[in-house]
Antibody, heavy 120, light 113 residues
Framework: EVQLLESGGGLVQPGESLRLSCAAS????????MTWVRQAPGKGLQWVST????????YYADSVKGRFTISRDNSENKLYLQMNSLRAEDTALYYC?????????????WGQGALVTVSS | DIVMTQSPDSLAVSLGERATINCKSS????????????LAWYQQKPGQPPKLLIY???TRESGVPDRFSGSGSGTDFTLTISSLQAEDVAFYYC?????????FGQGTKLEIK
């Protein structure tokens, strides 16, 4: 069974940093593209960042480009999101999600999410 | 960016009746490489992460009840629940994965009338 478990969320002040982790199990992690999607309180879904299975290609939403870095450790089956220079508008529940089979681009399975709150 | 617009924003349907949610993209999401529409539907219940219902616009994910169906092509898509059950109360989102950035519709809240 595919499982994705996020951790590392918390309350930080504007300008501070936070690193989210997503522990994956139940599938061959290195084979799958992974992504981060966030949801601000009471709002809809917003794509944040994507990384291919090898880690060789990464993609970012304009709103986080230059501040967030996605990475993965295929030996540990973990996905990461390093978030720097955090802003109030980054406050959200951050989900990691697994793509479907290679060659597909929809989000097949989602974790439960990690809450990030940016406030002074 | 491809803008996804869902309608309606909220919908109240009687148990056993049909529910229809529409999604329109600002440009075609038909992928020429496989002649499939890069459009997915997700269901999100309160306090839960989104759950994949439909991909490639009309392919039902394994385990999803057959009362859920997706249709459409190009820029216009529909999610239909043929006979609404109480457990279908949720938000529903369409998602285009044709171009980067991937984008979502604003969501449709489905309730029981």
């Amino acid at each position: 069974e595919v499982q994705l478990l996020e951790s590392g969320g918390g309350l930080v002040q504007p300008g501070e940093s936070l690193r989210l982790s997503c522990a994956a199990s139940g599938f061959i992690f290195s084979t799958y593209t992974m992504t981060w999607v966030r949801q601000a309180p009471g709002k809809g879904l917003q794509w944040v960042s994507t990384i291919t299975g090898s880690g060789g290609n990464t993609y970012y939403a304009d709103s986080v480009k230059g501040r967030f870095t996605i990475s993965r450790d295929n030996s540990e089956n973990k996905l990461y999101l390093q978030m720097n220079s955090l802003r109030a508008e980054d406050t959200a529940l951050y989900y990691c999600a697994k793509y479907g089979e290679p060659g597909t681009f929809y989000y097949h399975k989602w974790g439960q999410g990690a809450l990030v709150t940016v406030s002074s | 960016d491809i803008v996804m617009t869902q309608s309606p924003d909220s919908l109240a349907v009687s148990l056993g009746e049909r529910a229809t949610i529409n999604c329109k993209s600002s440009q075609s999401v038909l992928r020429s490489s496989n002649n499939k529409n890069s459009l997915a539907w997700y269901q999100q219940k309160p306090g839960q992460p989104p759950k994949l219902l439909i991909y490639w616009a009309s392919t039902r994910e394994s385990g999803v009840p057959d009362r859920f169906s997706g249709s459409g092509s190009g820029t216009d898509f529909t999610l239909t629940i043929s006979s609404l059950q109480a457990e279908d109360v949720a938000f529903y989102y369409c998602h285009q994965h044709y171009g980067t950035p991937h984008t979502f519709g604003q969501g449709t809240k489905l309730e029981i009338k």
